[in-house]
């Protein structure tokens, strides 16, 4: 983690207002923001490690805890929800048996709700990975997953 | 003239590049693979057309270009045969492309059954022009003006199509005149705020200061907008060019994006398109010899809605918690890191650079006077032709949802129309005529917003609706100030209460103060504004909140508490489909039986009336209706086959 973390750390000036950037590139990196990593980043920029998590809690984007090898994420924006999406995020519930913000206890799925992904137009819509499914339905969604395991 | 000298060599080779294109003796393919086409499977038919064109052996250009706007009916693939006109498919799949491809470019089959529309051109082969479709008709590109047109990840083609022209021409002015012509134009804040952008500008320009900002806010977090998105994926440069303008007319060394981490590919696309102005010496120091120095930097958000406030931002852009501040003193003299900062939407930007390069009387001759130029919206929810649009404004909503969207899913009643996302209202029937602009939309209630235009029919609970946003905003208050922060709580737990059948008649008296209080006390527009779903509502649709109090009953049978579902003995086929697709398995029943819903087990998700084939799934709130208890043989006549 060390050599992966510095590779980061060379990129950004030691400053304050590279912390949201770090902390967003090691997330990528890693999965997740783990407490050797924030310990990591209060030592290179110099803040301390509350501070730290008081900006990094502050905003959705970032986790805590190891993510699944899948990440899921259904939209349950405006137009998501007038389109059904929570009944997308209800088939995910009982398909992975994970609440949303959980995570399969093999680590394979993870699964979160979000605002808006701003594929709208083709609400409900639901994201795997990095890959946009748009005009979900539940038995779509199921397949999909069922796809992946 | 130094700077046009030095940007000659640049137009030069752009416009070689691009007539290189139009007069290729190749055909041109463009796939729309922009987050909504990828949605849509553009990807897949991209891939299609790159097999079908090299198992067919053919010489042919692909292209990968932006949004069109034409979401419904996305993916779309193009087609340019060397001396045609350009014609546009649509519901393309990976079969279909690779059809297209074979009978259009091996056969000279242009395939009129499967055409949408002729993009540039005369009608032909009975194709209609792309903007005499309904859709399209009403509609003024300006903002989207090179959206699925250009290459957006080639400067060249956006500089062939008059790109960057406004930035030399505002070189060749003095920044106060600059300021005067985007005064002139009568652009207001794309944002939803509709300040006068050239007002704006001056303040800045004004403030004390040597060292000044300039911010593009891309941090689109209304759910249910994404004009932003399409613009920037579609052609950023129209944003970094007004950026430039802005740069100059204000005096900013430096800028900022802020773009939402949500969208992967406007992100991709910003920090390519910096890259390629570095390159071309459109950023740095000296910027074409002109003495101008600006550089932009990319700042992606994590994930706060509060951060599209401007003092929350500039929080986030400095690395702290992306809080609000009180206003004065406002950005213009004391913004980022104290400095005088000017902030403007993407969509201002994309303006800007248009109203520089045909002038600010050319602008203004779009909309109307007070609310001049276009607006971009996104069109979703329940109309049938979902999208990205643009109109000029003055068009009245009813003209917005019905010429433009093609009026509702499946014949249905229009219940509403909700502009603005979360900060904004929800417009009945009786408002359909007033025309869109920054003063109606407030007097009713609501506000412009950035763009977000979702629709709601019969089927949707207002009461539901008015929920689902202040859960949203609930969620996003960032706790500073109490009026935001108990107040969207206390809300919001009136209004489940109300959609779980347990209100009380004290509930909407609650709600209207609470509200009220928000909108005096809080300290910015995120909660200020919290209330307005919840207000509009109440104004526009009071009768349904009264039924949910009163009668303990959803008129739209929308919320679960108080809707059942049964399968009408005398439709139901005892076909077995309902009772196999239940994903809680609560349908009992057989072949040739009646089905019977648990209605202890049942989740209420909607599946069984929706896979249906005879209508024989009822979903009703308020009332019961008799069922067997036991599965009796079926009794309704079989369904008539073949057509009637």
Same mark, same amino acid.
């Given at each position: 983690?060390?050599?992966?973390?510095?590779?980061?750390?060379?990129?950004? =000036?030691?400053?304050?207002?590279?912390?949201?950037?770090?902390?967003?590139?090691?997330?990528?990196?890693?999965?997740?923001?783990?407490?050797?990593?924030?310990?990591?980043?209060?030592?290179? %920029?110099?803040?301390?490690?509350?501070?730290?998590?008081?900006?990094?809690?502050?905003?959705?984007?970032?986790?805590?805890?190891?993510?699944?090898?899948?990440?899921?994420?259904?939209?349950?924006?405006?137009?998501?929800?007038?389109?059904?999406?929570?009944?997308?995020?209800?088939?995910?519930?009982?398909?992975?048996?994970?609440?949303?913000?959980?995570?399969?206890?093999?680590? =394979?799925?993870?699964?979160?709700?979000?605002?808006?992904?701003?594929?709208?137009? %083709?609400?409900?819509?639901?994201?795997?990975?990095?890959?946009?499914?748009?005009?979900?339905?539940?038995?779509?969604?199921?397949?999909?997953?069922?796809?992946?395991? | 003239?130094?700077?046009?000298?030095?940007?000659?060599?640049?137009?030069?080779?752009?416009?070689?590049?691009?007539?290189?294109?139009?007069?290729?003796?190749?055909?041109?393919?463009?796939?729309?693979?922009?987050?909504?086409?990828?949605?849509?499977?553009?990807?897949?038919?991209?891939?299609?057309?790159?097999?079908?064109?090299?198992?067919?052996?053919?010489?042919?250009?692909?292209?990968?270009?932006?949004?069109?706007?034409?979401?419904?009916?996305?993916?779309?693939?193009?087609?340019?045969?060397?001396?045609?006109?350009?014609?546009?498919?649509?519901? @393309?799949?990976?079969?279909?492309?690779?059809?297209?491809?074979?009978?259009?470019?091996?056969?000279? *089959?242009?395939?009129?059954?499967?055409?949408?529309?002729?993009?540039?051109?005369?009608?032909?082969?009975?194709?209609?022009?792309?903007?005499?479709?309904?859709?399209?008709k009403p509609q003024v590109r300006i903002v989207l003006r090179n959206c699925g047109y250009i290459d957006p990840k080639n400067i060249y083609h956006y500089i062939a199509r008059g790109g960057y022209s406004g930035f030399l021409r505002a070189l060749s002015m003095p920044p106060k005149e600059v300021i005067d012509e985007m005064k002139k134009s009568g652009l207001r804040g794309r944002g939803g705020a509709g300040f006068p952008t050239g007002q704006k500008w001056e303040f800045?320009?004004?403030?004390?200061?040597?060292?000044?900002?300039?911010? $593009?806010?891309?941090?689109?977090?209304?759910?249910?907008?994404?004009? *932003?998105?399409?613009?920037?994926?579609?052609?950023?440069?129209?944003?970094?060019?007004?950026?430039?303008?802005?740069?100059?007319?204000?005096?900013?060394?430096?800028?900022?994006?802020?773009?939402?981490?949500?969208?992967?590919?406007?992100?991709?696309?910003?920090?390519?398109?910096?890259?390629?102005? +570095?390159? $071309?010496?459109?950023?740095?120091?000296?910027?074409?010899?002109?003495?101008?120095?600006?550089?932009?930097?990319?700042?992606?958000?994590?994930?706060?809605?509060?951060?599209?406030?401007?003092?929350?931002? @500039?929080?986030?852009?400095?690395?702290?918690?992306?809080? !609000?501040?009180?206003? !004065?003193?406002?950005?213009? *003299?004391?913004?980022?890191?104290?400095?005088?900062?000017?902030? *403007?939407?993407?969509?201002?930007?994309?303006?800007?650079?248009?109203?520089?390069?045909?002038?600010?009387?050319?602008?203004?001759?779009?909309?109307?006077?007070?609310?001049?130029?276009?607006?971009?919206?996104?069109?979703?929810?329940?109309?049938?032709?979902?999208?990205?649009?643009?109109?000029?404004?003055?068009?009245?909503?009813?003209?917005?949802?019905?010429?433009?969207?093609?009026?509702?899913?499946?014949?249905?009643?229009?219940?509403?129309?909700?502009?603005?996302?979360?900060?904004?209202?929800?417009?009945?029937?009786?408002?359909?005529?007033?025309?869109?602009?920054?003063?109606?939309?407030?007097?009713?209630?609501?506000?412009?917003?950035?763009?977000?235009?979702?629709?709601?029919?019969?089927?949707?609970?207002?009461?539901?609706?008015?929920?689902?946003?202040?859960?949203?905003?609930?969620?996003?208050?960032?706790?500073?100030?109490?009026?935001?922060?108990?107040?969207?709580?206390? @809300?919001?737990?009136?209004?489940?209460?109300?959609?779980?059948?347990?209100? +009380?008649?004290?509930?909407?008296?609650?709600?209207?103060?609470?509200?009220?209080?928000?909108?005096?006390?809080?300290?910015?527009?995120?909660?200020?504004?919290?209330?307005?779903?919840?207000?509009?509502?109440?104004?526009?649709?009071?009768? +349904?909140?009264?039924?949910?109090?009163?009668?303990?009953?959803?008129?739209?049978?929308?919320?679960?508490?108080?809707?059942?579902?049964?399968?009408?003995?005398?439709?139901?086929?005892?076909?077995?489909?309902?009772?196999?697709? $239940?994903?809680?398995?609560?349908?009992?029943?057989?072949?040739?039986?009646?089905?019977?819903?648990?209605?202890?087990?049942?989740?209420?998700?909607?599946?069984?009336?929706?896979?249906?084939?005879?209508?024989?799934?009822?979903?009703?709130?308020?009332?019961?209706?008799?069922?067997?208890?036991?599965?009796?043989?079926?009794?309704?006549?079989?369904?008539?086959?073949?057509?009637?």
């Open positions: 983690m060390a050599q992966e973390l510095e590779a980061i750390f060379q990129k950004h =000036k030691r400053e304050r207002s590279s912390l949201i950037s770090v902390l967003q590139e090691v997330q990528y990196k890693l999965g997740y923001l783990s407490p050797e990593a924030i310990a990591e980043i209060a030592r290179f %920029l110099k803040i301390s490690e509350s501070e730290i998590y008081g900006v990094a809690t502050f905003y959705a984007q970032f986790r805590f805890t190891r993510p699944g090898e899948h990440e899921i994420k259904v939209c349950l924006g405006t137009a998501c929800h007038v389109r059904g999406g929570e009944r997308i995020l209800e088939e995910m519930e009982r398909e992975l048996d994970i609440q949303a913000g959980g995570v399969t206890p093999d680590y =394979k799925f993870s699964l979160e709700k979000v605002a808006c992904f701003g594929s709208c137009a %083709l609400a409900p819509v639901m994201v795997v990975g990095k890959e946009v499914h748009g005009r979900m339905d539940p038995n779509r969604a199921k397949k999909i997953i069922r796809a992946l395991r | 003239m130094k700077a046009e000298e030095a940007f000659a060599p640049l137009k030069q080779r752009a416009l070689a590049e691009w007539q290189g294109l139009q007069e290729s003796s190749r055909p041109l393919i463009l796939v729309g693979t922009a987050t909504c086409g990828q949605a849509a499977g553009a990807q897949a038919v991209l891939e299609a057309v790159r097999e079908a064109t090299g198992r067919l052996g053919l010489e042919a250009d692909i292209m990968e270009v932006g949004c069109i706007g034409l979401c419904y009916i996305e993916p779309l693939l193009d087609i340019v045969k060397p001396g045609r006109p350009r014609i546009s498919y649509s519901n @393309m799949t990976p079969k279909l492309a690779a059809q297209v491809i074979e009978d259009y470019l091996v056969r000279d *089959n242009p395939r009129p059954d499967l055409a949408l529309a002729i993009v540039d051109g005369e009608a032909m082969d009975g194709i209609p022009r792309l903007f005499d479709l309904p859709m399209l800045c320009r004004n403030a004390l200061g040597d060292e000044k900002y300039i911010i $593009c806010n891309a941090d689109e977090g209304d759910p249910g907008a994404f004009m *932003n998105r399409s613009l920037l994926e579609g052609d950023p440069h129209s944003v970094l060019e007004g950026m430039l303008i802005g740069a100059y007319a204000i005096g900013a060394s430096e800028g900022y994006i802020y773009c939402r981490a949500e969208y992967p590919l406007a992100v991709d696309r910003i920090t390519l398109a910096i890259h390629q102005m +570095e390159e $071309c010496g459109l950023l740095g120091d000296d910027i074409l010899g002109s003495g101008l120095s600006f550089r932009l930097k990319l700042r992606q958000g994590a994930g706060a809605f509060v951060c599209g406030e401007e003092t929350a931002l @500039m929080a986030s852009v400095e690395g702290r918690r992306g809080m !609000p501040r009180p206003k !004065p003193p406002f950005p213009a *003299n004391s913004g980022l890191w104290a400095k005088p900062t000017n902030i *403007n939407n993407v969509e201002t930007w994309g303006n800007t650079s248009i109203i520089l390069q045909k002038g600010a009387d050319w602008y203004a001759s779009f909309g109307v006077p007070g609310n001049t130029g276009t607006k971009t919206f996104s069109l979703v929810g329940k109309v049938v032709r979902t999208g990205l649009i643009e109109v000029p404004l003055g068009l009245t909503l009813r003209q917005i949802i019905y010429d433009v969207g093609g009026g509702i899913v499946g014949g249905k009643a229009f219940k509403a129309v909700q502009t603005g996302g979360p900060s904004g209202g929800c417009l009945p029937a009786s408002l359909l005529d007033r025309p869109v602009n920054y003063e109606t939309l407030a007097a009713a209630g609501s506000i412009m917003g950035s763009g977000g235009m979702v629709t709601a029919d019969e089927d949707t609970c207002m009461v539901d609706l008015a929920r689902f946003f202040l859960s949203f905003t609930y969620r996003e208050s960032c706790g500073k100030c109490p009026p935001c922060r108990v107040g969207t709580r206390q @809300m919001l737990h009136i209004l489940e209460r109300i959609t779980r059948g347990q209100g +009380e008649a004290q509930d909407l008296d609650h709600l209207q103060e609470i509200g009220q209080t928000m909108i005096q006390g809080s300290l910015c527009a995120l909660g200020g504004t919290a209330p307005n779903p919840v207000l509009t509502t109440l104004r526009y649709f009071r009768d +349904e909140y009264e039924a949910h109090i009163l009668e303990r009953r959803c008129p739209a049978a929308a919320c679960k508490e108080l809707t059942q579902y049964y399968i009408l003995a005398d439709k139901c086929q005892g076909c077995l489909i309902c009772l196999r697709a $239940c994903p809680v398995q609560c349908i009992r029943g057989d072949k040739r039986l009646v089905h019977i819903i648990d209605q202890e087990r049942c989740t209420k998700c909607s599946t069984c009336l929706q896979v249906c084939p005879f209508d024989a799934v009822a979903r009703v709130s308020g009332k019961a209706i008799e069922v067997p208890s036991e599965t009796i043989p079926v009794t309704a006549p079989p369904p008539r086959r073949g057509g009637g």
